[in-house]
């Protein structure tokens, strides 16, 4: 296939974009770099089956040829970024949406969206079933990356409705893995630079609210899968193995043999107090499910984040 891949530059789109070029398709992304870099994409251009194209999707869309498959990942997804860009954030979940849309209708392509965990909101059920409807804060401070990606789902819905365009919908739940940005926000990243450093973990709350971290591995073969399928309609991405946040900072400063001490700061506005997924339909549609464990995923993770915490030592001994 060729395949159109906005958020290429970013965490999962850069994995992404490997995975389908190791797959023998010719990626062409795009990204305006916001939140990606270009880092992230090193090697692929020798392969001779990728293009970058640097540019915001909100704005516009041009490229030439034909396409198979537009995958639309383009969007600030940590707390930390959508909270510094609330505009463009809620600009490329909608006009972003819509440019890709276009381009999937214009040539005649299949369209998966990147959507997220996140349209659950602070939820009422748990584990989350794709057909809960959610409980969000649409004038929160995170109801700018919850309704964007909300809109999104109903834009792309509309389009196979109207134009007969196939659908895919991944509702992505909490990833990790190398390529992280060590200061994007979120509390893998945060923990680990922490106790690398001998710093004091910060839990928010009381770290008895649940998440359910999957390794990027595993995310990457399941939304190829989800491409793959006949499926229209969101999926659940996600691993239903549930922690508490205290347990995996505890786990964490385990595994790096911290000095560091845990401490607690007050709980930022809307955050979920519960996050866990139902995969009976990727079980079922997609033949998925995650297999990479926790500790094997940190490990990974924690040997990725080692060096750039040293540098980050010898930067700032240097500087003082």
């Known amino acids: 296939m060729r395949i159109l891949l906005t958020g290429c530059a970013g965490f999962i789109g850069s994995h992404l974009s490997r995975l389908l070029v190791s797959k023998g398709h010719v990626v062409v992304g795009i990204d305006n770099l916001i939140t990606g870099r270009l880092a992230n994409l090193r090697g692929l251009h020798e392969t001779g089956k990728f293009r970058f194209i640097q540019g915001n999707v909100s704005e516009y869309i041009h490229v030439e040829g034909k396409f198979h498959a537009v995958l639309h990942l383009a969007s600030p997804a940590s707390p930390a970024d959508y909270l510094k860009h609330p505009i463009p954030t809620l600009k490329v979940g909608s006009l972003g949406t819509h440019n890709a849309l276009g381009v999937a209708k214009a040539k005649k392509a299949l369209f998966l969206l990147a959507s997220t965990s996140e349209i659950y909101g602070d939820p009422l059920v748990s584990p989350q079933p794709e057909s809960y409807w959610g409980n969000v804060n649409s004038v929160g401070l995170r109801g700018v990356y919850d309704e964007a990606k909300r809109f999104a789902e109903s834009m792309a819905m509309a389009y196979h409705r109207v134009h007969g365009i196939p659908v895919r919908i991944a509702r992505i739940f909490n990833t990790y893995g190398p390529r992280m940005r060590s200061n994007d926000g979120r509390a893998i990243p945060n923990f680990i630079m922490q106790a690398l450093k001998n710093e004091d973990i910060t839990v928010f709350g009381t770290g008895r609210q649940t998440r359910s971290f999957m390794y990027v591995d595993d995310l990457i073969e399941g939304l190829y899968r989800l491409l793959l399928s006949n499926h229209q309609g969101p999926v659940n991405l ?66 990725y984040f080692r060096p750039i915490s040293g540098r980050r030592r010898r930067a700032l001994r240097a500087s003082s």
């Open 238 to 303: 996600g691993n239903p193995d549930e922690k508490t946040l205290l347990e995996l900072a505890q786990f964490i400063k385990t595994l790096t043999r911290s000095k560091s001490k845990i401490v607690f700061r007050d709980l930022p506005q809307d955050d979920p107090k519960v996050r866990c997924p139902d995969i009976a339909l990727a079980r079922k549609a997609l033949k998925w499910e995650p297999r990479v464990g926790l500790k094997d995923g940190l490990v990974r993770t924690i040997e």
